[in-house]
């Protein structure tokens, strides 16, 4: 019996111990290492149990050194427990993803863990996808009484002059490729036109305008409003984030209040 509590009492000492620390965090490097070239199921297997050891061994070495640790040092070793604890949690969240057309509602994901369809237990609706893209080369013609008249050469969000009026080039809407314009007569601002033959503007306008060409858009940024024709969308559910970032506020924080007490020459 008392073989068997000092076997038991030697394999806490050795799982407590900063030899087996070193030994963890060495492995865990190694095979971190590794996953950068490979992505393989059974690495990431090895690593969960590795950190599951490194968490066990801080937990076993601070009760074991509880009374002799400064508290700066326990606070470093409690943030790094939390943050091991926030990505163990962290096991059970998923990565999914999900196609919806505009105005239709699904609950239903397709999840990589598990590779199959799966309920998220709310819905989801696209109400409306908003683009915002860089100012995009485009060649407007004009026609004057039916006649052309001239070409311009310009960018969305320019200005060009056309006899008395200043015409600026509002946006392009790329799915029915219609350019919107502004029309100004001395500053004052008349109306509005398009390059599908639309003129609404107050006063007599000879002029028309039409679409010759336009550059390829660059996409400057997007969001959705949760409705766009078709989207695609990415679900990532991490319940063990909040705890990391508790682990690591905890950690720096041990961290800072260390090297305070160094400065003032207590250890």
Not at 208 to 215: C, D, G, N, P, T
Request: include cysteine; hydrophobic fraction near 45%; proline fraction near 2%.
């Amino acid at each position: 019996m008392k073989s068997q509590e000092r076997g038991i009492k030697w394999f806490i000492k050795l799982l407590a111990s900063k030899e087996t620390m070193i030994t963890l965090l060495t492995a865990l490097c190694v095979l971190l290492a590794v996953t950068t070239f490979s992505e393989n199921a059974y690495i990431w297997n090895i690593i969960r149990i590795l950190f599951g050891l490194t968490a066990l061994n801080l937990v076993l070495c601070t009760w074991q050194r509880i009374k002799g640790l400064s508290m700066p040092v326990l606070f470093m070793h409690i943030g790094v427990i939390i943050t091991l604890i926030g990505g163990a949690i962290s096991i059970f969240g998923f990565v999914a993803t999900v196609n919806i057309y505009e105005g239709s509602k699904t609950d239903m994901v397709y999840r990589w863990d598990i590779k199959k369809d799966a309920s998220i237990g709310a819905g989801i609706m696209v109400k409306k996808l908003h683009e915002e893209y860089y100012p995009v080369a485009i060649k407007v013609g004009v026609l004057k009484n039916g006649q052309k008249y001239n070409l311009f050469i310009l960018k969305t969000g320019e200005v060009f002059d056309l006899d008395n009026y200043r015409v600026h080039a509002d946006s392009l809407d790329f799915q029915t490729e219609t350019l919107r314009l502004s029309i100004y007569l001395n500053s004052e601002y008349l109306g509005s036109a398009d390059t599908s033959g639309i003129v609404d503007v107050r006063a007599e306008f000879p002029y028309e305008f039409k679409l010759v060409a336009y550059k390829d858009p660059v996409i400057k940024k997007a969001w959705v409003d949760l409705r766009l024709i078709f989207v695609g969308l990415q679900i990532t559910r991490d319940p063990g984030l909040p705890y990391v970032y508790i682990g690591f506020g905890i950690t720096a924080f041990g961290g800072v209040f260390y090297i305070l007490r160094r400065f003032r020459g207590i250890r």
